[in-house]
Every structure is written in C-alpha cells, then in structure tokens.
C-alpha cells in the first residue's frame, strides 16, 4: 500500500472517529491510582492493574537485585541461553497456583494465546469459539488453518450443539475466562461439560480472572468449582492482576512439552527479562499473602455497581472490575470520555473493532490502589456527563 493510500485510510478512520490516539503517562507520587496525563492529573480508571501491585515497592525491589545480579535482558531464547532461574522457579510457582504439572513462560499473553491455539489445531481440525473472544485468540484460530466456528456469546447450549455437529477427530473449545470489554464470565461449568461430551480440549484464556476472582484468587476455575482437568489448557497473564508482564500457559506435562518443543512464538523469540520474571514472582506471593486486595477491588465494583443503580448511570451485569457503560455510537463515547477527563477521570472510549459496531463504550476498571472516596467521586461524574449528553442528542 502506497503512502497516498495510505493517507487516505487514515482520514477515513478519522471520518468515522475510529481513530485511536496515544497518550504519554506518568506517575505521580504517593497516588498508586493516580497518573498524570498530558499535564493533568487523573484518577485512573482504565487500567488492568485490578490488585494495585503495579507500583508496590516489593516488585520493584525484587526487579533490581535481579537486575544488579544477572543485568537487564535474558540476552536469548528460552531454548538457547536465556532460560534462568527466575524462570524455572516462576514456572514452577505458576504452575502450583494454578494447580497444574507444568506451566510455559511467554513474552506476551498474545504469543501464549498464539501458541495454544496454533500447536493444538490444524487443517484437520476446528477450532468452536466464542463471539466476543479476545483477538489473539481469533487470530491464533486463523493461524491454526483450522476451521473456525464461533458461537454466540456465553451461550453454552450454542456451543455444545457446534461441538456435536460435523465432528472431526480434534476440535478445540476456546474461549475467554472473563471478557475483557464485557466484564461478564463465561459459563465454564457448562462449557466444560459441553466440551467433555464431545471429546473436545477446552483452552480458557483467564487473563481477567486470576489474580482477581475464586476464594483465593485462583480465578475462573475457582468461581465455577472447576478441577484443573476439566480445562486441560489454561492461559494467564502477568500484566493485570499481577501488575508485572508477561504471560503463561499452564497445563499437564505432556501439553507443556509439546507447546516447549512447536511453539514458534515461544522457540523463536528472546525469552522474558529475569527481573521481570523476578517481580513477578513477589506479586505472585502477594496476591496469595494478602487477599485482602481481591476483597477490596471487588467490594469497590460492587460499591460503585450500587451507586450507578441509584443515579441511573447504566452498567453492563458484571461481577468483575470491569464495568462499561454502553453508550453506542463512537462520537458519544467520545465526548464522554473527553469530559470525564476535563473532571479528573481517565476512562478510555472503546470502539469497533474492539467491541462490535455500534457499541462503542466506556470501560470503567476498578483497583485495590482506589479509594472509595474515588470511586463515589467517578459516580457523581458519570451521572452528570451523562445528564448533559443524552443518547438522542448524540
């Protein structure tokens, strides 16, 4: 594509306020919510960092005798030179939370989402997903030469009826833990039953659950009462709940082994720095030493649930942090956001293609670093921007 074309494309998606735009953050002192943004400082509530352990001074602590120890980069691949201790040893200590033989460390949760799907599935296969799963999943099913068939969102019965049609000898169920625009969960007592009736393998991505949802925090599988062997293939990211980077997949050791020996977003790739590894490890440790931060982040979702109801602010069903508001047209999010942020609030307008067309949104995240001064102060200002812009006016 030439650079006129190009430009051409770029106008359009300006046309049509699609358009996304960068913003430059800093963090300000003493406000683990609160960033400064284009000279302003904002109480941030579009961040994944659900248990506040991003800027908790135990990662920091552990990323820099790493990094005073073994230097700044892992210098190569896993399957070269770059696999370390701090590897071995999060691995080791994923794959316990988890409950699982074995656990696959990844760069990012889109090169372990790539890999589980893409060294499972072939032409010979299917992959049945959900509608509204995460991009590198539908990516990854594309990759896979599979056939992919999506089912309507969160609809077990849909995707059970998928899985017993035109069967081939290896189908893969896939879908989201918790949806990372919906805030919603996916029915994985169902679907593990669906997927057990079939003979299918059921891959979860619960990026959004662990850390955050389960008695311990143990995520998705813990919310249903799932045993590790009703969801043989379970990927994680370190970059939420756990405030840190990086990705996992976790499974028996038959599965680890083969995604270790075909995965080519993990076999060709320079393996994750050892003192990231290292600070997230001790947020591992304090997301199980200190559960008070899973209570706290979901009792503020509930609190600012129950403050939108008694404004009228609308709020799609969500037990997660994750509460939207569904606003429709990309124009009105917009200038929502932009007047929310005039207020003091950073809460990002979502639009197609993130979420489908006309439904575009805000995402509302809750975190343990918020206050509940904060959180009543987010509902006041919901309440009235939305008062001042009706749907009809937009």
């Known amino acids: 594509m030439n650079r006129t074309r190009l430009q051409g ?64 980069g892992s210098g190569a691949s896993h399957l070269v030179t770059g696999h370390g201790l701090e590897h071995e040893r999060l691995e080791g200590e994923l794959a316990a939370f988890t409950g699982r033989s074995r656990a696959l460390l990844f760069s990012t949760g889109y090169m372990a989402n790539l890999a589980a799907v893409t060294c499972l599935a072939g032409r010979d296969s299917r992959v049945v997903m959900d509608r509204l799963c ?20 969160a609809d077990a019965a849909a995707a059970a009826a998928a899985l017993q049609r035109d069967a081939p000898a290896e189908d893969l169920l896939v879908t989201d833990g918790v949806f990372s625009m ?37 995520g998705c599988l813990e919310h249903f009462g799932l045993q590790p062997a009703a969801v043989p293939i379970l990927v994680g990211t370190l970059g939420k709940a756990f405030g840190c980077f990086g990705a996992f997949i976790a499974a028996d050791e038959e599965y680890i082994e083969w995604l270790l020996q075909t995965a080519r977003s993990y076999i060709y790739t320079t393996a994750l720095p050892p003192p ?22 979901l009792g503020l979702a509930a609190r600012l649930r129950a403050g939108c109801a008694q404004t009228g602010v609308p709020l799609l069903p969500s037990i997660a942090p994750i509460q939207p508001v569904v606003l429709g047209s990309s124009v ?12 003091g609030f950073w809460i990002a307008a979502i639009r197609p293609p993130t979420v489908p067309r006309d439904s575009a949104r805000l995402r509302i995240t ?6 509940e001064q904060q959180v009543d ?18």
């Open 9 to 72: 494309r770029l106008a359009q998606l300006a046309a049509q306020h699609l358009q996304r735009r960068r913003r430059t953050v800093a963090p300000l002192a003493g406000g683990a919510a609160e960033v400064l943004v284009d000279g302003r400082r904002l109480v941030n509530f579009c961040g994944n960092d659900y248990l506040g352990l991003k800027a908790h001074p135990a990662l920091a602590a552990a990323l820099a005798r790493c990094a005073a120890a073994s230097g700044s």
């Open 134 to 153: 995460h991009a590198s999943l539908i990516d990854a099913a594309r990759l896979s030469g599979a056939r992919l068939q999506r089912f309507a969102h």
């Open 182 to 218: 919906d805030g919603d969960l996916a029915p994985l007592d169902s679907l593990a039953q669906a997927a057990q009736a079939a003979g299918a393998c059921l891959i979860v991505d619960d990026a959004h659950g662990l850390g955050v949802l389960g008695a311990t925090g143990r």
């Open 276 to 297: 990231v590894a290292a600070a997230a490890r001790a947020a591992l440790g304090l997301s199980v030493a200190e559960g008070w931060r899973r209570e706290r982040v």
């Open 332 to 343: 009105r999010a917009l200038a929502l956001s932009e007047q929310l942020f005039a207020a």
């Open 366 to 371: 809750l975190s343990a670093a918020h206050t």
């Open 377 to 394: 102060a987010l509902v006041e200002a919901l309440a009235r921007v939305l008062r001042s812009a009706p749907a009809e006016a937009c």
